[in-house]
């Protein structure tokens, strides 16, 4: 049985893989956005020209089902490495933002 997910570990995990292949070095703060851009970039363009009805269909074709999942891993491996580089807690960061949402846009 293993261990439910949880960001810390994640984060953990991430950062072992890096040590263990020596790219502490490369994980600035600088490389580390640059990086999220990036992959963001390459999640955009899986939706470029598609219509708003293909796009929320897109995870019903396996292929492209596949595309986006893995990009959305990448994303979000960089922002919680470069998180953790930072020393932001990226649930509290979220949770304070949402906070900061609902005072600025009352309903």
Known sequence: MTEPLDVAKLQR????FAAARNWQ????????AAALSV????????FQWLTPEESARVMTDPDTAHRVTDEVADV????????????????????AKIDRNERRFPI
């Open 25 to 32: 070095p490369y994980h600035t703060p600088k490389n580390l």
């Open 76 to 95: 979000l491996a960089y922002l919680l490495q470069l998180c953790e580089v930072l020393g932001i807690d990226p649930l509290t960061a979220l949770d």
């Open 39 to 46: 992959e963001a970039s390459e999640l955009v363009e899986i």
């Open 13 to 16: 995990r991430l950062a072992e």
